[in-house]
């Protein structure tokens, strides 16, 4: 199976818009995240910590943190200072506390035939530690990706806290907003709750989760500093349902005109730290 990406003239500049609030071992994985992506285009992740009393550091290749010296007063306008850091072309939300899938960025881009909206509509539901049998129905925010043009015309994200990504949602919904019934084994996103060992910010309810997430952040005395260490604390991969997947072994990178290779291996333990 080869990436078609002939319906771009030249492969747009992703960047990965992540925000991040004292969950350091949980971004470690975004970041891994990030580096297993095979999209042959350029790309970049742009890190946004508004935590005053932690500093996050990393000296990776297209890896970005912005430290804020204060807080943000709501998620939305802390997601659009993010993408308005952001140099690329289409934009995807990189939520901490998920994982994402080598093809996810490829597989979008592949699948953006308007070049300005795509989201599958099936997730791997992970909890405490396990990825469900069978996948899930949703359209979560996060999932998605678009142009900084589509983003501009809907002027971003409301300034409320939970909710921010149902919002701008709605903004989003006419002819460019295509949604599609991914088949299985292109499934590229993983959500997870419970049992991540941190907060989640739609558990706190709508509107709400400023204060509650200082709270946790405070009883927890996160501060200091923390130099990004990418990894990943399980086998995702190795966890999803059925046989084993087959992993393309991506070579060419930095060719303009890759595509994914034939050859492949499917032993589930390859590269996973």
Not at 3 to 21: A, G, M, N, R
Request: glycine letters at 8%; one cysteine or more; hydrophobic letters at 30%.
């Amino acid at each position: 199976m080869r990436y078609d990406f002939s319906h771009w003239e030249k492969l747009p500049k992703v960047s990965c818009q992540c925000i991040t609030y004292g969950r350091t071992t949980l971004l470690d994985e975004a970041v891994e995240c990030f580096l297993r992506q095979d999209y042959p285009g350029e790309k970049e992740l742009i890190i946004l910590n508004d935590l005053l009393e932690l500093e996050i550091a990393c000296d990776l290749p297209d890896v970005h943190v912005v430290n804020l010296p204060i807080r943000m007063k709501t998620i939305g306008e802390k997601r659009n200072t993010c993408v308005g850091l952001c140099s690329g072309d289409i934009i995807f939300p990189w939520d901490d506390d998920d994982i994402s899938l080598p093809w996810r960025i490829s597989y979008s881009i592949q699948q953006m035939k308007n070049h300005h909206y795509f989201k599958a509509n099936k997730m791997w539901d992970w909890k405490c530690g396990v990825i469900g049998q069978e996948p899930k129905k949703h359209v979560a925010h996060a999932m998605g990706a678009w142009s900084v043009e589509f983003f501009d015309e809907v002027s971003g994200y409301p300034h409320i806290q939970s909710g921010q990504d149902q919002a701008i949602e709605v903004r989003f919904r006419g002819d460019r907003r295509y949604v599609e019934d991914t088949p299985e084994e292109w499934i590229y996103y993983v959500y997870r709750f419970p049992g991540t060992g941190s907060y989640h910010l739609s558990a706190l309810g709508y509107g709400k989760g400023h204060d509650g997430v200082g709270r946790y952040v405070k009883k927890k005395d996160i501060s200091g500093s923390h130099e990004i260490d990418p990894h990943w604390e399980q086998d995702y991969i190795g966890l999803l349902p059925g046989p084993p997947r087959r992993i393309p072994v991506v070579s060419g990178k930095s060719d303009p005109d890759y595509e994914r290779g034939d050859e492949w291996f499917t032993d589930p333990e390859e590269g996973v730290r």
